[in-house]
Nanobody
Framework: QVQLVESGGGLVQAGGSLSLSCAVS????????VGWFRQAPGKQRDFVAA????????GYADSVKDRFTISRDNTKNTVSLQMNSLKPEDTAVYYC?????????????????WGQGTQVTVSS
């Protein structure tokens, strides 16, 4: 079984930055793509960013492109999401998830294991 733990959320003013981290443990991390999703109150869980196993391919939602950067360290089994120029509309619970595929997926259905989420609040 795979366990994921997110950290790094918090309260920040608009224009500020936060860095989220996702620690993966349990079954082998090898070959898995990892994604970040977010869910605001009363809304569906939306794709934010994803990275393939090798770390050489990434994908982003249009709303975060050029502001967020996803990266991974397979030696430490961690995936990070650097968030810059944050906006109030970025406020949500952020989840990391593992997809048992080597390629990037942007849909919730392709992800099998999920963390508990970390709250990000951006004040105006």
């Amino acid at each position: 079984q795979v366990q994921l733990v997110e950290s790094g959320g918090g309260l920040v003013q608009a224009g500020g930055s936060l860095s989220l981290s996702c620690a993966v443990s349990g079954r082998t991390f090898s070959g898995y793509a990892v994604g970040w999703f977010r869910q605001a109150p009363g809304k569906q869980r939306d794709f934010v960013a994803a990275i393939n196993w090798g770390g050489d391919r990434t994908g982003y939602a249009d709303s975060v492109k050029d502001r967020f950067t996803i990266s991974r360290d397979n030696t430490k089994n961690t995936v990070s999401l650097q968030m810059n120029s944050l906006k109030p509309e970025d406020t949500a619970v952020y989840y990391c998830a593992v997809s048992p595929t080597s390629t990037i997926k942007t849909t919730v259905l392709f992800y099998r294991h999920w963390g508990q989420g970390t709250q990000v609040t951006v004040s105006s």
